[in-house]
């Protein structure tokens, strides 16, 4: 079993910067894929960006302005948000599996294994 737990989350204005973390405990050594999902009001839970080893991938919508990382010594992701809208306002989700999500799995809910309880980050105008 793994357990992740974000922390990081706020409110802030657009054109700022935030950055999420995602601690894993538990089983990490059998994590391959992690990923960042979000949420707003109203929406399904979409992809954001994933790191599959060394290899990022990221949604049209944030390529450019997000970074995805992750650090293997401290068992934690991070997801460095810059340039932000207030079509980024959603409550964000840190994902892990076991597998390595060939293709464009890694951008699909239903494969992931492990998620975090989701931290909000808002975004004003």
């Known amino acids: 079993q793994v357990q992740l737990v974000e922390s990081g989350g706020g409110l802030l204005q657009a054109g700022g910067s935030l950055r999420l973390s995602c601690a894993a405990s538990?089983?990490?050594?059998?994590?391959?894929?992690m990923g960042w999902f979000r949420q707003a009001p109203g929406k399904e839970r979409e992809f954001v960006a994933a790191?599959?080893?060394?290899?990022?991938y990221y949604a049209d919508s944030v390529k450019g302005r997000f970074t995805i990382s992750r650090d293997n010594a401290q068992n934690t992701a991070y997801l460095q948000m810059n340039s932000l809208r207030p079509e980024d306002t959603a409550v964000y989700y840190c994902?892990?599996?076991?597998?390595?999500?060939?293709?464009?799995?890694?951008?699909?809910?239903?494969?992931?294994?492990?998620w975090g309880q989701g931290t909000q980050v808002t975004v004003s105008s």
């Open positions: 994902a892990a599996d076991p597998s390595a999500l060939l293709g464009d799995r890694y951008s699909l809910v239903r494969e992931y294994d492990y």
């Open positions: 538990g089983r990490t050594s059998s994590i391959v894929t």
């Open positions: 790191i599959r080893r060394s290899v990022t």
